[in-house]
């Protein structure tokens, strides 16, 4: 465990072995099997993982926002020194907004078509701040500035606009409290590749450094062009943890190795994508021991028993990791 | 118009001997505010047990392209033929022929699966709709072998396609193609529904199979990198037209068009980690309703002259049997 860090200098996010479960016929179920993550004011922290690994909903926790039935089972999470898991209705208010600002996946379901951007940004601010007409369309406008948006969306509708361009609304609209910490899950997943560029580069510019930056993400090249920091989910936990640089340079989990290698690499022109065998398993197939081993070339008896992170700058939970010769024989 | 004549991929192939002739396609939508043009020209041949990937963003005219030559939408201009044969002008039993032979893979495997049959019911829909098996029972054995040939358990026949990942349901997808025997597949995004460690199995799956059988595939995707390992060739649509085509690993490591380069420089590389130079192209592609002026892609280009906003580039032959749209070729890179 890292040591709790408390007083002044304390996180803008920082969450202790939390465990997310839900029920089923059979029982409860943990889609999060304790993670631990701490975030520094103007810090990038990635979530990394595959459907199901349960990055979205560890994210989504820390707008006290697990979707029901499921519901945090145990551990803590602060934001902003706010208490999420016992806030009350009105701090998660203040919380939702106005100290995370949240970028959606799908910028066309996230905004009320039948309101223009105008009106839209209005409600945002005006639910977190006492505002007059003059102080709001300032504070709309720097933000407009902010993400590249020129004045007249904002008597626009959301079908008026494009992808990015709605995106950009998005994100203006999560910037425009100024909040402590923006959580933006798969940002860019829903646009085409050359407005995916052009929104990187302005979450690189506007976002990251300025905020404490929660980034969901598939893509470890999305994670790598905009977070310091990476953490590896699968199946409800955290599997690798380090500087992003050296992640994706030199993984040490099995599991990170397959999944960059198992992306297209647009660098050769056609060598790459060596599959992982199998699929992740099912949230309720609890496996004894460490979730990726029936998919890993490096596993040995020892993986029935759960590996925990080690400690290190480059954090892995793996018996046997890359930079360590193989404990046993890795065949079949 | 634009509407050249060069004949690109496979411009060597002569007509009647490729398996697929796309030619010179032209497709349009009426819709409110005028005609659109979604295809605009477009001429491509795949021949069996190859891949041709037609590459692009949402709005280029892909998915239509993909969809016009399995049948679906008559071009307003142009010829599709299959081992010569009109898709468009075939008559009833030519057309049986055609739709065996030359079958579509869709992106969303689970709302191409009637949830309420069996997955071996799935796969004999298509046998009985043939003329190939009149009763469920005597095409099992079949069906069983084609889902292990796409490697799934037997067992699978008996359940129902929400029982299974989305890996899987592609897999299912693909076997109720299979057991049709088709020359060609069309795949409108085959895997870019599916995560990172599932694409990489289903790519290397269509691969086995194409080895196996001959198969010839027409890839529709965004995703450049994803093409350059899958395809042979590959042809880079903007705004209903080739602008570059190629074997694919030259057009994807060196790209002669602008917008190619571009989009080849807009995939994020995890080892690059936030050193990446990056081309960010300004605004967005433009409405098809509206097309811009000479060059289509003149309004987003770095590289553009004054002349680009009213000259119209042709796809011209550069050699090694690569073409290009472009006054400028090679001249941005990634």
Redesign the interface.
């Known amino acids: 465990m890292p040591a709790a860090v408390v007083g002044e200098t304390a996180p803008a996010v920082s969450v202790r072995d939390l465990r997310i479960s839900a029920p089923t016929a059979n029982g409860w179920v943990d889609l999060v099997r304790g993670v631990d993550l701490s975030v520094p004011y103007g810090g990038t922290l990635a979530l990394v993982g595959e459907s199901g690994a349960g990055k979205s909903i560890t994210a989504r926790s820390l707008l006290g926002m697990t979707p029901p039935p499921t519901v945090v089972s145990h551990g803590s999470i602060h934001v902003s020194d706010l208490d999420v898991t016992s806030a009350n209705d009105r701090a998660l208010h203040t919380l939702r907004g106005g100290i995370i600002g949240l970028v959606p996946q799908d910028p066309t379901s996230a905004l009320n078509p039948v309101r223009t951007i105008g009106s839209l940004f209005d409600e945002v601010i005006r639910s977190h701040q006492r505002l007059g007409r003059a102080a709001r369309r300032k504070l709309v406008g720097a933000a407009l500035d902010d993400v590249g948006l020129r004045r007249d969306v904002l008597t626009r509708y959301p079908h008026q606009l494009s992808g990015g361009m709605r995106q950009r609304a998005l994100i203006g609209m999560a910037l425009v409290n100024d909040p402590s910490v923006i959580v933006a899950d798969e940002p860019t997943t829903a646009l085409d590749a050359t407005v995916q560029a052009q929104i990187l580069e302005l979450l690189a510019a506007r976002v990251a450094g300025r905020v404490a930056l929660v980034l969901i993400t598939h893509d470890l090249g999305v994670a790598a062009t905009l977070c310091d920091e990476v953490n590896v989910m699968y199946a409800g936990r955290v599997v690798e943890q380090g500087a992003t640089v050296d992640v994706c340079n030199r993984p040490r989990h099995p599991y990170t190795a397959g999944l960059l290698a198992a992306a297209p690499d647009p660098a050769t022109g056609g060598v790459g994508m060596v599959p992982i065998p199998g699929a992740p398993p099912a949230p309720a197939d609890v496996v004894p021991g460490c979730a990726f081993k029936t998919r890993c070339p490096r596993r040995t008896e020892q993986c029935d028993l759960m590996p925990e992170l080690d400690d290190g700058a480059q954090r892995v939970a793996c018996w046997h990791p890359l930079d360590e010769p193989t404990g046993g024989d890795a065949s079949p | 118009m634009a509407a050249d004549t060069t004949t690109v991929p496979g411009a060597d192939q002569p007509d009647g001997t490729a398996l697929l002739s796309v030619d010179d396609v032209a497709v349009n939508f009426t819709v409110r505010g005028g005609v659109l043009q979604a295809v605009r020209g477009v001429t491509l041949h795949v021949d069996d047990a190859e891949t041709v990937a037609v590459v692009g963003?949402?709005g280029c005219g892909k998915s239509t392209l993909a969809r016009t030559i399995c049948g679906l939408y008559t071009p307003a201009r142009g010829t599709v033929r299959l081992r010569g044969v009109d898709v468009h002008r075939a008559t009833k039993a030519e057309q049986r022929t055609i739709r065996r032979n030359l079958q579509l893979l869709f992106q969303e495997p689970l709302p191409s699966l009637n949830p309420r049959l069996t997955v071996k019911r799935i796969l004999w829909e298509p046998m009985k709709a043939n003329g190939m098996s009149r009763r469920l029972a005597d095409a099992e054995d079949r069906i069983r072998d084609q889902l292990v040939a796409v490697g799934l358990d037997a067992g699978a026949a008996e359940r129902y396609p929400g029982e299974f990942?989305?890996?899987?349901q592609q897999r299912i997808a693909l076997a109720r193609l299979l057991v049709l025997r088709p020359r060609l597949i069309c795949a409108d995004e085959p895997v870019s529904a599916l995560?990172?460690?599932?694409?990489?199995?289903i790519?290397?799956l269509m691969l086995d199979l194409q080895a196996e059988h001959g198969i010839a595939y027409v890839v529709i995707s965004?995703?450049?990198?994803?093409v350059?390992?899958m395809a042979t060739r590959v042809a880079v649509m903007y705004l209903g037209a080739i602008v570059e085509a190629g074997p694919?690993?030259?057009v994807?490591?060196r790209p002669q068009h602008p917008y190619t380069a571009?989009?080849?420089?807009?995939?994020?590389?995890?080892?690059?980690?936030?050193t990446?130079r990056?081309?960010?192209?300004p605004g967005?592609?433009p409405s098809p309703l509206q097309p811009p002026s000479g060059c289509p892609f003149h309004p987003?280009c770095p590289i553009a002259r004054p002349h680009c906003a009213w000259d119209t580039p042709p796809l011209a032959d550069i050699g090694q049997s690569r073409h290009v749209a472009c006054f400028y070729p090679g001249e941005l890179q990634p």
């Open positions: 963003e949402s990942s989305g890996g899987q995560d990172v460690s599932i694409q990489a199995q790519v290397a965004h995703d450049l990198p994803l350059a390992q694919a690993a030259d994807v490591t571009a989009l080849r420089s807009a995939t994020p590389e995890p080892r690059a980690a936030g990446a990056r081309i960010v192209l967005e592609p987003r």
